[in-house]
């Protein structure tokens, strides 16, 4: 079915992206599609001046992230990143995707004179005005990059930032495999199958109809950082599963997922420009782009057993009542403490990283 563009904010987005499609003989993957609804230029979702992250719809906010629901997750996350450094002889973090700059302010605050250069990759021009401002205080010490380094010695940093990464959507009619795309039908935009080489990681048991998405350009990124890396570790979190759950034949819509003021949806193809469009990370595609590019697997885990292991009930013990009921959200099974996941990689640091001491799942990637 069509959709009908909203008149609001997302307008010459909408218009954009149908020139793209005219240009492209009227299809483009959704790969493409999801980039310049979320990234294009002044228009996209991450790229107009605008509050996504906050505590309620009231805000003017679309979703929540850990760092802006407790400082507590930096602080223990701190405890991790200081291990890495000193075994890795550092003081360098780089953080891509700073978001609203509260992770990067939160980490400086709890790493102190550990950390003498934070390097922050972010795509969005909104969004960097916003770290500018928040991070201020900290002077010379913060740094934005328009690209990758060369080479990187100390720790890398994701945070929520591999779902937001374009994907490419596959669809199984019962006997081919065909990547779904967008097309434009003049009164909205609407989905359009073509059959294509491209499959998924594990190809049996899918339930006629079923979608999914690939993750080429996130397996990219990570091996390209792998590549890059010399000394140090790299530690991802994030929402996602390890492969035999992501392609599960029962997940038969896959996971893309909209987000606007704090509500969920599954239709990508409306009010673009105006909500976030995510998709869950295959974990297991992750560490094998890290592991291919020569980089070894640190460990795998839920984000509430990685800061349990970082000392998070520890640090709470002088939290007041407020505190504790929202640094217990981070780590609750029913919460984020389950659905999301910590990942690191690295080289030439130790092999027990304080986040993995226990409960490591590296053995289900």
Request: net charge negative.
């Amino acid at each position: 079915m069509p959709v009908q563009p909203a008149a609001s904010v997302s307008t010459p987005l909408v218009q954009l992206i149908r020139r793209h499609i005219a240009d492209a003989g009227g299809w483009i993957g959704f790969d493409r599609f999801m980039d310049l609804a979320l990234y294009a230029p002044g228009l996209g979702y991450y790229a107009r001046d605008a509050r996504q992250f906050g505590w309620l719809p009231g805000s003017g906010s679309d979703f929540v992230t850990a760092p802006e629901m407790s400082p507590w997750f930096a602080r223990a996350l701190a405890r991790q990143l200081a291990q890495w450094l000193d075994e890795a002889g550092a003081d360098t973090v780089w953080e891509f995707g700073a978001g609203s700059g509260a992770l990067a302010a939160q980490l400086l605050d709890a790493l102190g004179e550990r950390v003498r250069r934070y390097a922050i990759v972010d795509l969005s021009g909104a969004l960097r005005a916003r770290q500018h401002e928040r991070l201020r205080r900290f002077g010379a010490r913060v740094e934005w990059l328009d690209r990758l380094p060369e080479r990187f010695h100390g720790v890398l940093l994701g945070n929520e930032v591999l779902d937001a990464m374009p994907v490419q959507l596959l669809r199984w009619d019962g006997a081919h495999w065909c990547e779904r795309g967008v097309a434009d039908d003049g009164r909205g935009f609407t989905w359009a199958d073509r059959p294509t080489p491209l499959r998924p990681p594990r190809q049996s048991g899918f339930v006629a109809g079923t979608v999914t998405e690939i993750h080429p350009r996130a397996r990219a990124f990570v091996a390209t950082l792998a590549e890059r890396l010399e000394r140090g570790a790299a530690l991802f979190v994030d929402y996602g599963f390890p492969e035999a759950e992501y392609y599960h034949p029962q997940r038969i819509g896959g996971t893309l997922m909209c987000h606007r003021a704090h509500r969920a949806d599954t239709d990508a193809l409306a009010d673009v420009g105006d909500k976030d469009i995510t998709a869950h990370v295959d974990f297991t595609g992750i560490a094998l782009a890290a592991q291919d590019a020569g980089a070894e697997v640190l460990g795998y885990t839920s984000q509430g057993r990685f800061l349990i292991n970082c000392g998070l009930p520890a640090l709470l013990a002088d939290a007041d009542a407020r505190e504790r009921a929202h640094a217990h959200r981070l780590i609750a099974e029913h919460e984020m403490g389950e659905l999301f996941k910590a990942l690191a990689f690295g080289r030439g640091v130790g092999d027990a990283p304080l986040g993995f001491a226990a409960g490591d799942r590296t053995h289900t990637l």
